[in-house]
C-alpha cells in the first residue's frame, strides 16, 4: 500500500492511524509547493488532486476519513469497530465534524496564521466573528458528549477520535476559542499522549516521482 501525503492537517488523520497501527504502507510524501499533486503519477491515483491518498493494488481511494477506515479495516484494528452500529456512530460524527466542527475551526486556521504564512494578507474581521461562533456552538455539542467519556464513540479509541481532532494540534495558531470546553481540551490532551497522534509524519519516506 502507498499512502500519499503532504504535511498539512488532513493528511495527519491517515498517517497517525498508520503509524499507530504499525500498518505495512510506504508513505510517499507529495511535494504542494512544487505541483507534485498536479502531476499524472498523482492524479493518478487521486483525480481531485489532493492529499491524502492511498493506493493498494487496483484499490485508489482518496478522503481522509475514507482511508482511516480501510486502513484499520484491512489491519483488522477496533479503531474501525466491527459493530455495525458503532461504524454508523463513527460515520456520524466523522460527517458531522466535517459539516462542523473541522469546518469552522478550518476557517479560523486559514484566517488567523494559513493566510498570512502563504503572503494572502490580513485575516478578515468578518469571517473569523462568524466562524468562531460557529465553532463554540459545535464544541459546545462536542464537550456534552465527551462528559464522562474518554473517547467519542463506545468509550474506546476510533477513527472518530482522529477525524474530529483534525486541527486541535492546530488550536494555537488558529486561536480557538478553547477556555470553555473542558472536555474537550481533556480529550485532546489524552489524544496527544498517543505519540503517532503527536507526531503523525514518517522520519522516512520516498518522493512522488
Known sequence: MK????????????CAVAKHMNAPVEFVHVELARGEHKMPAFLAVNP????????????????????????????GSD?????????IEVM????WDTAHFSRHAG?????????GAIGAGDPDTAEV???????????GILDDHLKGRDHIVGNRLTIADFGVATFMPLADQAELPLEAFGEVRRWSDRLMELDAWRE???SDYSTLG
Open 200 to 202: 503523525p509524519w514518517p
Open 3 to 14: 499512502l500519499y501525503y503532504s504535511e498539512t492537517p488532513n493528511p495527519r488523520k491517515p
Open 48 to 75: 481531485n488532486g489532493k492529499t491524502p491518498a492511498l493506493a493498494d493494488g487496483d484499490v485508489h481511494l482518496w478522503e481522509a476519513h475514507a482511508i482511516m477506515a480501510y486502513l484499520a479495516h484491512k489491519s
Open 107 to 115: 476557517r479560523l486556521w486559514f484566517q488567523r496564521f494559513l493566510k
Open 92 to 95: 456520524k460524527w466523522l460527517n
Open 79 to 87: 479503531l474501525w469497530p466491527s459493530d455495525p452500529v458503532l461504524q
Open 129 to 139: 466573528e462568524e466562524a468562531t461562533g460557529f465553532f463554540k456552538q459545535f464544541a
